[in-house]
């Protein structure tokens, strides 16, 4: 008789969670519109804009990390596509009136993406507001 576990899909997935893996990826290109800023040079101290990166609850374990406040000129897609690949979830880019667009990702990922925006000079660490902690 053959084993039963052999060649089940759990024994194939356990197996496939056991390998490294090993990814390089390029932000380059995330800007797409490279439009000057009019603001003071001297005014540095002050953010330009604050990043809030907060987390929704949905039903049971569920939730949502919502990002909203990014500049512009960024391609939220492209980000977007890169912490998925990264951080193995999914996620889409909602337009909301009092937020403008919003990047929504499966999980609470808040200080994995906080990390991610200022490790790929996305936004600087003292433009992100994290909400929760």
């Not at 390089?24 to 330009?48: K, R, Y």
């Not at 990922?109 to 490790?119: D, G, M, P, V, Y």
């Not at 936004?123 to 909400?131: D, F, P, Q």
């Amino acid at each position: 008789q053959p084993s039963s576990s052999a060649g089940s899909p759990s024994a194939n997935k356990n197996r496939r969670e056991g390998e490294a893996k090993t990814q390089t990826m390029s932000l380059d290109n995330i800007v797409f519109n490279n439009a000057t800023d009019d603001f003071d040079a001297g005014d540095s101290t002050a953010p330009s804009s604050v990043v809030h990166i907060r987390n929704q609850q949905r039903n049971g374990r569920k939730s949502l990390t919502t990002i909203s406040g990014l500049a512009d000129d960024l391609d939220l897609k492209k980000i977007l596509k890169y912490i998925r690949k990264m951080y193995q979830t999914n996620g889409t880019v909602k337009n909301d009136k009092e937020h403008g667009d919003v990047i929504q990702v499966q999980g609470d990922l808040r200080k994995e993406i906080a990390q991610f925006l200022t490790e790929y000079k996305v936004c600087g660490k003292e433009e992100i507001k994290l909400h929760g902690y």
